[in-house]
Nanobody
Framework: QVQLVESGGGSVQSGGSLRLSCAAS????????MGWFRQGPGKGRENVAM???????AYAESVKGRFTVSQDNTENIVYLQMNSLKPEDTAMYYC????????????RGQGTQVTVSS
């Protein structure tokens, strides 16, 4: 069964840190471009951190310098280290496998909730 399973979400105070993990099963990361997006209450989807086909990383401006994405192609796990969290980071975070060709979402996880209190 092809799936992505996220873990590591939770509730933290402003300034805190969380590390999200995403494990893939039933497929390998290649040939997808992996990353994370989020959707906050009443908001649309926001790409947080995405690899491209050259392994460059695109971060949302709102998280640059605070979030770091990494992936282990041997273990098929993607991580998102989130530091200096702010209340506006509160959202459901989704792991995603995108087409490297056109960026269309191919596979996503069920999401993990991140709540940051002030």
């Amino acid at each position: 069964q092809v799936q992505l399973v996220e873990s590591g979400g939770g509730s933290v105070q402003s300034g805190g840190s969380l590390r999200l993990s995403c494990a893939a099963s039933g497929f390998t990361f290649i040939p997808y471009c992996m990353g994370w997006f989020r959707q906050g209450p009443g908001k649309g989807r926001e790409n947080v951190a995405m690899f491209d086909s050259h392994n460059n990383i695109a971060y949302a401006e709102s998280v640059k310098g605070r979030f770091t994405v990494s992936q282990d192609n041997t273990e098929n796990i993607v991580y998102l280290q989130m530091n200096s969290l702010k209340p506006e980071d509160t959202a459901m975070y989704y792991c995603a496998a995108l087409s490297c060709h056109d960026g269309v979402l191919q596979i996503r996880g069920q999401g993990t909730q991140v709540t940051v209190s002030s």
